[in-house]
T-cell receptor, first 109, second 110 residues
Framework: RKEVEQDPGPFNVPEGATVAFNCTYS??????FFWYRQDCRKEPKLLMS???SGNEDGRFTAQLNRASQYISLLIRDSKLSDSATYLC??????????FGTGTRLTVIP | NAGVTQTPKFRILKIGQSMTLQCAQDMNHNYMYWYRQDPGMGLKLIYYSVGAGITDKGEVPNGYNVSRSTTEDFPLRLELAAPSQTSVYFCASRVGGAVLFGPGTRLTVL
């Protein structure tokens, strides 16, 4: 079983739509969680951390469910510029950093 | 801070050649990583370091070597390049939980 699993997509949504991604992780000792964004031919960049209480940054909301071992990312009012691959990252300790393979999002005009 | 820097940005190697991918960070981070990303695929960990003088293998270390003589620098050495090493190589460093990536080196082995 993979440490982190994501639906690879692709998700094709119209502008203005709301889209959600989930990511499951297998290590119950995981300590911190993140969502990254990767544009084509670029490096991954931190989008937001994920906190137990849930957190919001503008149109983006991240949630963590420790009991079910998954994290989620919700994007409201999708923009064309949101088109990218979204990676979930799970930190299970000093040397245990796990990346999902990414979910590809395309926002259509 | 310049963050994580990588050189070169692009390189074409012939089979059997060797090269060193440079990586540096100016944030005094202890943890540093090398990943490769093949087209349309996820990141795979090659090597990592938890501090100067300490390195360890990741998921796909074969064909690569690293050294960490200073906190700032973490070069990746390719010996006897093979077509299977054609990829994008990302160096990264970590503070707390979040990882900061360099811009990557695109390597083609022909």
């Amino acid at each position: 079983r993979k440490e982190v699993e994501q639906d690879p997509g692709p998700f094709n949504v119209p502008e203005g739509a709301t889209v959600a991604f989930n990511c499951t992780y297998s290590n119950s000792a995981s300590q911190s969680f993140f969502w990254y964004r990767q544009d084509c031919r670029k490096e991954p960049k931190l989008l937001m951390s994920v906190y137990s209480s849930g957190n919001e940054d503008g149109r983006f909301t991240a949630q963590l469910n420790r009991a079910s071992q998954y994290i989620s990312l919700l994007i409201r009012d999708s923009k064309l510029s949101d088109s990218a691959t979204y990676l979930c990252v799970v930190n299970a300790g000093a040397n245990n950093l796990f990346f999902g393979t990414g979910t590809r999002l395309t926002v259509i005009p | 801070n310049a963050g994580v820097t990588q050189t070169p940005k692009f390189r074409i190697l012939k089979i059997g050649q060797s090269m060193t991918l440079q990586c540096a960070q100016d944030m005094n981070h202890n943890y540093m990583y090398w990943y490769r990303q093949d087209p349309g695929m996820g990141l795979k960990l090659i090597y990592y370091s938890v501090g100067a003088g300490i390195t360890d293998k990741g998921e796909v270390p074969n064909g690569y070597n690293v050294s960490r003589s200073t906190t700032e620098d973490f070069p990746l050495r390719l010996e006897l390049a093979a077509p299977s090493q054609t990829s994008v190589y990302f160096c990264a460093s970590r503070v707390g939980g979040a990882v900061l990536f360099g811009p990557g080196t695109r390597l083609t082995v022909l």
